[in-house]
């Protein structure tokens, strides 16, 4: 599926641009607090009973344990964010469906989901040209719960082909008589993976970037 140089170019630039905010630790917060009252008591001293000297170094010795824990954290998150990254990184070249209403009609086809918070009867996926008429319904029937795919292979109802390019799409799912939450899946390619303040994002070809967790299905 084609997308616009102008939208990839923004999608690509707009996750660059992000910045991760430099905010103080709670480490860092302790730390001071205790060189303050540390500072404080040696200067507040009784000259007559000074702060032993084994006291004051057990006090340094578990400020230097924590500091140490605390380092260890930060290396096991980096470790971990070194491997989500890596992880996400096999995923460029594969197709994922993430949240949206756009279809892509290529040569060879498109392909869409849904989403179904429970089992549904009957489900209906309605496809629109860009002057909103209805190209087109697909129908599917006894569909369980969950993420589900779709190829659409570019006929209209009255069996003439229709033009590739981008189409919308309205999803509708019922139980009986009783509507199902169902949410429409858009197709695109994963083209980069971009760390973020929270993790490694998605970059999907021209539909934006995305969170792991937003991606339904790896195609």
Known sequence: ?????????????????????????????????????????????????????????????????????????????????????????????????????????????????FDLNMPADKVTVTIYDSSGRVVTKLEFSDVDAGSHNYLWDGLAEDGSEAAQGMYTVSVSASLGDTPVGVNALQFGPVTSVIRGPNGADLQVGGLGIFKLDDVKQVL
């Open 1 to 113: 599926m084609s997308v616009t140089t102008d939208n990839t170019v923004s999608s690509v630039l707009s996750g660059l641009a992000r910045s991760e905010p430099i905010q103080k630790t709670l480490m860092q917060d302790e730390q001071n607090r205790f060189l303050t009252l540390l500072t404080t008591q040696l200067r507040n001293q009784d000259p007559m009973n000074p702060l032993d000297n084994a006291d004051l170094t057990m006090q340094l010795a578990q400020m230097s344990t924590v500091d140490g824990i605390e380092r260890l954290n930060k290396l096991v998150e980096s470790l971990m964010n070194s491997k989500e990254l890596a992880d996400n990184t096999a995923l460029i070249g594969h197709g994922v469906l993430v949240a949206g209403k756009g279809l892509g009609l290529t040569e060879a086809g498109a392909i869409g989901g």
